[in-house]
Each structure stands twice: as C-alpha cells, then as structure tokens.
C-alpha cells in the first residue's frame, strides 16, 4: 500500500534527484527505496518499488511523471482507432525486465527478512488511465468506452489481461513471493458494469497466473485482489480465485466477513486516521482489529500512504498493529 513513496524523507532525497520512472527503470535504486521503509519500520513485508503504468510503457504509451499533477499520457488513447498503437506482442521480459532484475536484487538484499510483493495494475484501471491520460475525478472518458464501444472496451481489456498475466508471472520467476492485483478505479463501476467489465478480467488474472505457475513446475504464491471501493461485490471477489481480498475504508470489517466466504481479509484502517494522534491512532487499531478478528486478517490501510503523513504516526500504526494483536491472541489462547 505505497509504504515506501512519497512521505519517507530519505524518498524525498532520492526523488529530488532521479526522475520517478528512471528510478522504477534502475534496479539498484527501487532496490534501495524498497528496503527504505522496512530499514525504518517493523515491516512484515516489503512491496516492490514501481508503478502500475509500466504497462502501458511497455504497450507502447508515451507515460511521464509531472510534478504537481502525477502521471501523465502526453498522447492517451482515444478512439479505438488508436488501439491499432498498442504494441500487442510485446515481450515482457524483454521490456519490462528491469522490474524483475529489482524484484531479484530486493529478494537478496531481504535476505529472508520479509516477504516481498510483486504487483500490477488491473485491466480496468489500466484502461482508465490510458484513455483518461492520467487521474480523473470521474472517469467519464473510459467509462463512455463501456457504454459506447463495449465491443472494443472487451478486446482493450483482453490485451491488457494477456500482458499482465505474462508480467505477474515473470515477477513471481524474478523472486516475489505474493502478488496483488490493483484495481483501483472499481469505485468508478456499479454492479453491472464491474461484473461485465471487470470481474471477469480479474478471474481470468488469478486462474492465468495459477496456470502459468503449475506448467512452469514453479510452487504458487499467495494473490490478493484489491477493487477499491468495489463493496457492491465482495461475495464476488472472494469466489474468483484470490487467497486474499483487500478493502477499502469504505466498507465495515463486520460486512466484508459476513459478505465473503473462505478469503483473508486485508484493511482497512482509513489512511487519513494517520493525521489523529499516536495514542488514538492506537485505539483506532484495536477497534479495527477487534472487529476482523486477528486470523485470517492482514492489518493494513484502506489506501495508500500521502505525501504529508508523518513517519512517526505510521510507526505508531505499525506497533499498535503488532502490541495489539499479540494481545489479543493471548487473550483468545487462554480462553481456549
Ligand atoms: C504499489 C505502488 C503503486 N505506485 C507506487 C507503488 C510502489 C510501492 C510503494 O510506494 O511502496 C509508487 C508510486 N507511484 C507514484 C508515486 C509518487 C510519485 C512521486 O514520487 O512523485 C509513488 C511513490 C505516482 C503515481 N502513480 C499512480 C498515481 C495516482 C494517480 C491518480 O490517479 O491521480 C500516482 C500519484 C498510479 C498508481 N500507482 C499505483 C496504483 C495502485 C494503488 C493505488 O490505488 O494507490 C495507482 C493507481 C501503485
């Protein structure tokens, strides 16, 4: 949940210096931004330094980080016309190899401490940025594709769901030992449109990657599946295949339990309660853990971490998370 980005100042440093996708594309530096909050923090897994617009890069798309707005496509995809510029062949490991010789190198440098997680952005949500050409408050532009060119929306989302099944794959050769599946414009959708457009992109990632893995003779790795916001189909997501379903802060711990069947759970502390203070950031945690339980459970936010958190009050989210979950097992084995 981008626990390395952004509000470390040791990143801080790192950013001034490098341009955003040159350090994704340089193993030695996501290496050492990876490592950067697990060195700080009593991390209980590290998550790959990169970005889910990797790949639209390697399908072709010009994808540039501008400073104050986020990633951009100078020359998005508009028409299906323009699907003709996607590159549909490519070879990930090839392009896209630099990620796994970090994924490699991070896996060293761990020596074990920690599991590390590789990652990809969702067909939908990558759909969305490519034709939204960066973060949209609306999605109006790729949802249109939904209702106006559903044909070629499907065969967008199919390009995408080929490749990333590919990209998950190769990370998990490269060394990651679980892999999570953002979809984070699902907020976007409603049932109907999730279900068609969606879901089935999802499914096909979980059963594809599974499949690749057995044929190669390579053990399988944990998935965890995060629609954000996407609460309308939690019975859904916990059906399709994913050992784990991340939720939003949106959705109550008691709901999501009672709505899935047979999953872990991983939340979903609103990431803004890092503002509150240590000790009610502490109590927060409690509530929270309380309300999951603490099995089957992998304590987290519901998003990821700004800009302007303190690193001292995700410390406290850290601790609060371990303190208080000893002690709840604790408690539960002497009653038992
Ligand atoms: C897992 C991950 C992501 N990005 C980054 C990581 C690496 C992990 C980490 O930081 O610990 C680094 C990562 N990616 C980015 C940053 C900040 C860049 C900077 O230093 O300026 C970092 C640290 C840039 C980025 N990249 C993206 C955005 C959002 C844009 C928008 O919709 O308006 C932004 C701001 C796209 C993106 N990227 C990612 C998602 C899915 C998770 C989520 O919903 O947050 C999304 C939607 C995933």
Known sequence: ?????????????????????????????ACEITLQPIRRF??????????????????????????????????????????????????????????????????????????????????????????????????????????????????????LTRVIIDYLIQQVLAGAQLLQVFDSNAERLGYDTFMTFALPYLQQIASGVKEGLKQKGVQLVPMIVFAKGANYALKELSEIGYDVVQLSWTVRPEQARHETTDVTLQGNLDPCAMYASPDRIGELVLQMLKEFGTQKLIANLGHGVYPDFNPDHVKAFIDAVHHHSEQLNSLSEDNS
Not at 10 to 19: G, L, P, S, W
Request: hydrophobic residues 40%; aromatic residues 10%.
């Open 42 to 159: 009593e991390l209980d897994a590290a998550i790959i330094f990169s970005d889910i617009l990797v790949i639209p890069q390697a399908l072709g798309l010009e994808v540039i980080m501008v400073p104050g707005k986020g990633p951009t496509f100078p020359d998005p995809i508009n028409t299906p016309e323009d699907l003709k510029r996607l590159n549909e062949s490519v070879d990930v490991s090839t392009s896209l190899k630099y990620v796994f010789d970090a994924i490699t190198l991070t896996r060293h440098k761990l020596e074990g401490k920690v599991p590390l997680i590789g990652f990809a952005g969702a067909p939908w949500t990558l759909m969305g940025y490519c034709i939204e050409g960066g973060g949209s408050p609306t999605h109006a532009k790729s949802k249109r594709w939904l209702y106006a060119h559903p044909e070629e929306s499907h065969r967008f989302l199919s390009i």
């Open 1 to 29: 949940m981008r626990q390395a980005g952004r509000y470390l100042p040791e990143f801080k440093a790192m950013r001034a210096e490098h341009d955003f996708f040159k350090v994704c594309q340089t193993p030695e530096l």
